[in-house]
């Protein structure tokens, strides 16, 4: 059996000293593409991060258009689920206003994407001595 298979079942290889640093060597900031980072928050539902693009010199960069990303949470039986959505908009009360509608479309994407997996887990093949529970015990 060839290493890293069980019974014609990929599992991950393990990670090495050489594929860490293969990863650590792709760790690269590109100058070209840096953003000021700037945190608005009502300290109740979430907070918008504006990123605001800048050049190597830490100037804002008049050729790239700011964005505003939206993030909060909601609560699962899991725990805490985090949200990050993309706002459009020109200034931040533009972004602020479709906030709502922003952080509802990424529940419900979440919600598909968690359904998805749990499809997924009932249908995969169970090895022996792999463990864990049909679904995933993941519950909407």
């Known amino acids: 059996m060839a290493s890293g298979q069980l019974s014609g079942i990929m599992a991950p290889d393990p990670p090495t000293v050489e594929t860490m640093q293969n990863t650590i060597d ?34 804002p960069d008049g050729t790239r258009d700011v964005q505003y990303v939206g993030q909060t949470q909601v609560m ?14 020109e200034n931040l009360g533009e972004a602020a206003a479709q906030f709502a509608e922003a952080a509802n479309q990424a529940i419900q994407e979440a919600v598909e994407e968690i359904k998805r997996l749990q499809r997924e887990q009932q249908t995969s093949i169970m090895v022996p001595g792999q463990g864990g529970t049909p679904g995933g015990g993941i519950k909407l």
């Not at 699962?76 to 908009?89: D, I, M, R, Y």
């Open 26 to 59: 792709q760790l690269t900031i590109d100058p070209k593409r840096l953003y000021r980072e700037e945190v608005f928050t009502d300290q109740e539902t979430g907070s918008i991060r504006r990123l605001t693009p800048v050049d190597q010199e830490g100037n």
């Open 76 to 89: 699962t039986p899991a725990g805490p689920l985090p949200l990050s959505f993309e706002l459009k908009g």
